[in-house]
């Protein structure tokens, strides 16, 4: 609990220092996100996945979102990955609006120790029923952590393309056990809405095992 306790620390001074530095004009942004893993078999998971957003500093509501996302472990470092979000956003002028998230792609684990992990995780996304048009969006994600018992860190650089612009997103944290079917995850991500605007996001997270795999 103590290591638990100075990360903890540590993570949200990185966090704060960060904000700090940045020009005023950038968002300071809060996610929460609650994972469900159900597993169907032992190559086969459904996640029932939620997640809320505040936005302007803290001080909106943003985005509502839930879903599911089917994971095949088709070989053994390789996943066949397809989900669907339903999302409620907060537009510009107040109101608010529900869209559809379908997405599909692959998760392969590139490198992999006892102590550390590289995974590559590339999706292809379509959002319908917004009041602009549809459109899709590409994204690729390299993840690395240091996956362990307890404290566990890992960071993230992602590049999405849409609307013809490439954007970016880089993420760091800690997840560390609570019980033997859950972890909690705190976290910080920056991501870049367009070329010059950032917004920082301060991230807490529940993964829960609602179903193990399956003995052998």
Do not use: C
């Not at 942004?29 to 469900?36: D, H, K, L, S, Y």
């Not at 505040?54 to 599911?68: C, E, K, M, V, Y």
């Not at 053994?76 to 409620?88: A, F, K």
């Not at 991501?191 to 052998?216: M, V």
């Amino acid at each position: 609990m103590l290591i638990a306790t100075q990360g903890r620390r540590l993570l949200f001074a990185g966090v704060l220092l960060t904000v700090a530095l940045h020009a005023a004009d950038d968002d300071l942004e809060a996610m929460e996100v609650f994972n469900f893993d159900v597993s169907l078999r032992r190559n086969l998971n459904l996640q029932l996945h939620a997640r809320f957003r505040l936005n302007n500093n803290l001080h909106d509501f943003f985005q509502a979102r839930g879903g599911a996302i089917i994971a095949w472990t088709a070989w053994p470092r390789v996943q066949l990955i397809g989900g669907y979000y339903l999302l409620n956003q907060r537009l510009p002028n107040e109101d608010r609006v529900n869209y559809n998230r379908f997405f599909g792609g692959t998760q392969i684990r590139f490198f992999q120790h006892r102590r550390t992990t590289l995974d590559s995780h590339s999706f292809v996304e379509r959002f319908t029923g917004l009041p602009s048009p549809d459109y899709s969006r590409f994204r690729q994600r390299v993840t690395w952590t240091l996956p362990r018992p307890g404290l566990s860190p890992y960071a993230s650089l992602e590049a999405l393309y849409a609307l013809h612009m490439w954007t970016g997103r880089y993420a760091g944290g800690i997840s560390f056990p609570i019980g033997d079917r859950a972890r909690l995850l705190l976290g910080y991500q920056a991501r870049q809405y367009a070329p010059g605007r950032y917004g920082h996001i301060i991230q807490t997270g529940l993964q829960y095992q609602l179903r193990k795999p399956p003995e052998p």
